[in-house]
């Protein structure tokens, strides 16, 4: 039974052209769905014109069901499609509901159902049209009532998830080790031939060296995109001034990561980040020549989401702590912070930046100027434990 005065449900069935995507509202007749509900029927939108769920004509679903079509009705070919398989699908769907107690009798009387309906214009099978919307709309139904998801799950799942209409991965770097790896070469030619050698993984992030970008604008994160959609792609702008400008910038440009400066005055830092949420990118402290990186961390307001420790390769050490303790940088931004590690690091110091606690290894020349690139970029991956593997698995569960 609703508690509350209305609940939400979604779902998604079946295969193009006749897929059925269902959004339902249920509520109580006396509460904000119901006037929802009238309001709705008794003000039409043009094309997409509400209509009653009948089991047949003259009969009518309980509880009372309206269906609205996503998708504009532009002939009466589409009328005929919501009006014979879909309408009857989702009022028998409706119906069933009662019967098999998902709803109760008396709830067919106090509550009704708004039910938002895509039909694809393609889409001819009437028996798949009706079959995929009746199981959608009950499953609709059912998460509607079981308040599914709450929000541990979408908490749990938001970052392991994809959307199928999406065309590309979102990786938000949930399962380090990453190996980054960083084309400071102001050469496309160059950039792209190593870009298509490296390997298919998830565990690889490419970076857009600052020389990179000076060259080509930061537009050149995009062509990397348009190279390897599923890779999260690093926009390294070393911001020292203009921080929300700047990030705004990257992302609009499709940055997945955007890097600044840590030796930029703090408003700058501190916007830079703000910004970086706003476009939905992950912000990048760059610790190069900052000599007390946790004192820097310590006085900002908003922490960045990853802090990159560089370490000059000619004062390159083979201990553990030559990037400082990281459990300091962990100290001072919370648990959910990444570290990179930078710095002449190759495959027999892979160990040790792990060791020493680093979440990405940043590597350059090792890998980009490389005769085997693509053996290169494997060899690391296999010394830091990590498989050629998609992460990301398809969710079929409820």
């Not at 760059?286 to 000059?312: C, F, G, S, Y």
């Amino acid at each position: 039974m609703i508690e509350d005065d209305f609940s939400v449900g979604e779902a998604l069935v079946g295969e193009e052209p006749e897929i059925a995507h269902i959004d339902l509202i249920v509520g109580k007749k006396n509460g904000a769905a119901g006037i929802a509900f009238v309001s709705s029927l008794a003000q039409p939108k043009m094309g997409h014109t509400p209509i009653l769920g009948v089991i047949r004509p003259n009969l009518p679903t309980k509880p009372s069901t309206l269906i609205v079509p996503k998708v504009t009705i532009r002939n009466l070919e589409d009328a005929e499609k919501i009006f014979g398989p879909a309408q009857s699908a989702v009022a028998k769907a409706i119906a069933d509901a009662v019967e098999e107690g998902i709803i109760s009798k008396n709830g067919a009387e106090n509550l009704i159902v708004i039910v938002s309906v895509f039909i694809h214009p393609r889409g001819s099978d009437y028996q798949r049209i009706y079959r995929y919307n009746y199981a959608a709309t009950k499953l609709a139904l059912k998460r509607a009532l079981d308040k599914f998801p709450n929000i541990d799950k979408v908490l749990e799942e938001k970052d392991k998830s994809m959307h199928a209409m999406i065309g590309f991965r979102i990786n938000n770097l949930k399962k380090p080790p990453y190996l980054e790896v960083a084309l400071d070469i102001p050469d496309w030619r160059r950039v792209e031939g190593i870009i298509r050698a490296l390997p298919r993984s998830d565990a690889i992030i490419i970076e857009a060296g600052t020389p990179l970008i000076k060259r080509y604008g930061v537009e050149v994160v995009q062509k990397i995109h348009q190279l390897r959609p599923e890779s999260v792609v690093v926009a390294d702008l070393k911001t020292l001034d203009t921080g929300n400008l700047e990030a705004r910038m990257a992302g609009d440009a499709t940055a997945d990561v955007i890097g600044f400066s840590g030796l930029a005055p703090i408003k700058t830092m501190e916007k830079f980040i703000e910004e970086c949420k706003k476009v939905g990118a992950l912000s990048l402290m760059d610790t190069l020549n900052v000599p007390k990186p946790v004192e820097i961390l310590n006085k900002l307001k908003v922490k960045p989401d990853i802090v990159e420790l560089h370490r000059a390769i000619d004062v390159e050490q083979t201990e553990e702590s030559a990037w400082g303790n990281i459990q300091e940088i962990r100290d001072a931004c919370g648990d959910n912070v990444l570290v990179a590690v930078a710095g002449g690091i190759r495959v027999d110091r892979v160990e040790t930046a792990l060791k020493a606690g680093a979440d990405i290894l940043v590597v350059g020349r090792a890998i980009t100027a490389a005769k085997d690139v693509t053996g290169a970029a494997r060899a690391f991956l296999q010394r830091m434990g990590v498989e050629e593997v998609d992460q990301f698995r398809v969710m079929t569960d409820f």
